[in-house]
């Protein structure tokens, strides 16, 4: 089966029509309020830490807060079962959760702005010996105002792309998706610039509480979206136990949980605390030291994350596991939540689910192996204001196009063309890279690489959002859909730190005579390619050329795969089509 049976094609002018949609206005609304918590519980409250005189490795400590994004999808269940008293009966399921999860956003803000440490005049105007240092608990209290609002801000985001998928169709999802990540842009940078503009002018705590009320833009979003089409599945029926029984099965599979959450953020944030917190108050502290040494060593730190979070879903499917023989509540409950929507996934793919997920695992690695990229520009010859000036407006610019393009895409010509489309894009982006290593320090060459860079990344990453929406089914949907956002991005770790090894090697290899005829690329390359490199450490500039070109081949090699995987699930197992709803569970 092909495209042209998931959605009819459109005209230009339908196709842009969508993002004028009621809900598209209100996904932008909503994409915007997921985005704001995002850095003003860490990166941006750095900032206010270190004024206040808090040491870095605290104030790196409390990075770990963020690993809450990652491993949402474990609470996800909640609010796939779970109706919010009143709200619910008021607003529906969705409407309900993202109200109350906003609620707690607001909340946490404002705590943090009550009772973050003051900054003094002196401290403020760079006299940092003035300040004494602050107090130990302030600096606990807001961690854990932090914390909070990390938890709601990351249940926010799952209602949101609950509703965003229950509330549109098929081929609407592509618009939806574009106004979702442009306002999460635009509040990515409210939230990173406005409150330091503000903090100078206002105080900290002033710029924080007036943090709190931008977050009204997100309930209105809420207020005016029309209510979603859900599905409820109910639980089975089971007989009641003994209640200390059932209580100690509650906390024991609560407490696996807890374990494979460590496990599963540890790997997917890159960070050992978790770990090492909880081998420490296991009794465990020299073992707890030495994974903390190794866990972020390169390569074999990060073959340890990626190990990790296999290591955590494990201890996770074994807490959702029934007892043998027996059918408790507490083992119902966690099997409906949790077991039951993977099985629903498999059940209605079949044969290809293990073909998607994989699709989905390698869709973006072609991206992710590009994390060099900025060293490449400085090894090519760029100065660090050329590079800024490009990535910060332009790049920015060029982002929020690409992303526009990708809902268009999605609405014009269909899901899967469009995901073919974004495969495509992303491996050509690395022959614009290729072209600098000819021209060298070349200012439209360093545009024309970030604007075909961010354009195609829009573009895949859009369609990408909108794919894995029409995977999921109503009644498992917000579980379905944080599964798939969570885990996407895991096997582009381990590659991605390898990328500078590859990238070293191919020039030693190059200098060493070993590729003379990727060598004889680069023998009409421009003098000014790499020439500072070159004269840093004594390798001819072919060398690093042919390094560098032998790195986005690979990278262009991995994106292949993905289009090919996508070619083939095309065939076999297209999304659901635009005519009909997302499917209720098999």
């Not at 302030?138 to 990351?154: D, P, R, S």
């Not at 407006?393 to 899967?416: D, E, K, Q, Y």
């Not at 090894?501 to 060493?512: D, K, L, P, Q």
Request: hydrophobic share 55%; glycine share 10%.
């Amino acid at each position: 089966m092909t495209d042209a049976a998931e959605t009819p094609k459109r005209s230009t002018w339908a196709a842009l029509a969508v993002f004028l949609e009621r809900r598209s206005l209100v996904m932008l609304a909503l994409g915007f309020a997921a985005g704001l918590p995002n850095l003003l519980v860490y990166d941006t409250l750095s900032v206010w830490m270190r004024q206040a005189k808090v040491p870095l490795d605290v104030i790196t400590l409390m990075s770990l807060v963020t690993i809450t994004y990652a491993i949402k999808f474990l609470w996800a269940p909640v609010v796939d079962r779970v109706k919010v008293p009143v709200l619910h009966q008021l607003f529906g399921k969705r409407r309900a959760w993202m109200l109350l999860a906003q609620a707690g956003v607001v909340l946490g803000i404002w705590l943090i702005a009550a009772n973050a440490p003051v900054v003094s005049a002196a401290v403020a105007g760079g006299d940092a010996a003035a300040q004494p240092d602050p107090n130990l608990d302030i600096i606990v209290i807001v961690a854990i105002c932090a914390a909070f609002t990390a938890l709601f801000g990351a249940t926010q985001d799952i209602a949101i792309d609950a509703w965003r998928i229950e509330a549109a169709a098929v081929e609407k999802q592509g618009a939806m998706a574009a106004a979702y990540q442009w306002g999460y842009r635009i509040s990515i940078i409210v939230s990173g610039a406005l409150p330091l503009w503000m903090a100078s002018r206002i105080g900290w705590t002033g710029s924080y509480m007036l943090m709190a009320f931008v977050m009204a833009i997100g309930i209105i979003g809420v207020l005016v979206a029309p209510r979603e089409k859900s599905v409820e599945t109910p639980l089975e029926k089971t007989e009641k136990g003994s209640p200390l029984l059932e209580a100690g099965e509650w906390i024991g599979r609560i407490a696996l949980m807890v374990l494979g959450a460590a496990f599963i953020g540890a790997g997917i944030a890159g960070r050992a605390e978790p770990l090492t917190f909880l081998f420490s108050v296991a009794g465990f502290d020299t073992f707890a030291a030495s994974v903390g040494e190794i866990w972020t060593t390169r390569p074999w730190g990060m073959i340890l994350q990626v190990a990790g979070v296999a290591v955590g879903l494990v201890i996770v499917a074994f807490a959702t596991y029934p007892l043998p023989g027996k059918r408790t509540r507490p083992s119902a409950y966690f099997a409906k939540t949790l077991k039951e929507p993977l099985e629903d996934f498999f059940k209605r793919y079949r044969g290809t689910g293990a073909l998607i997920l994989a699709m989905i695992c390698v869709y973006r690695i072609a991206d992710f192996v590009l994390n060099l990229m900025g060293a490449f520009y400085v090894d090519v010859g760029f100065t660090l204001d050329e590079v800024a000036n490009a990535r910060k407006i332009f790049g920015v610019v060029m982002s929020m196009l690409g992303v526009g393009l990708g809902g268009w895409t999605v609405a014009r010509f269909g899901l899967m063309k469009a995901l073919i489309a974004g495969a495509v894009l992303q491996p050509l982006s690395n022959v614009a890279f290729g072209l600098l290593t000819f021209t060298g320090p070349s200012l439209p060459g360093l545009y024309l690489c970030i604007g075909v860079d961010n354009i195609s990344a829009g573009i895949a990453g859009t369609a990408l959002i909108a794919y894995m929406s029409s995977l999921t089914s109503l009644g498992f949907t917000a579980t379905q859909y944080a599964l798939f956002s969570s885990l996407y991005a895991l096997p582009g770790k381990i590659l991605a730190a390898v990328s500078g090894r590859i990238v070293e090697g191919a020039i030693a290899a190059a200098s060493a005579g070993e590729s003379e005829w990727l060598r004889g690329w680069f023998s009409g390359m421009s003098p000014t390619a790499f020439a500072s490199l070159s004269a840093d450490r004594g390798i001819d500039a072919e060398a690093f050329a042919a390094g560098y070109m032998t790195f986005f081949i690979y990278s262009g090699v991995i994106g292949i795969a993905a289009l090919v995987l996508a070619i083939v699930i095309m065939r076999k197992a297209p999304p659901p089509s635009a005519e009909k709803p997302a499917e209720a569970p098999a």
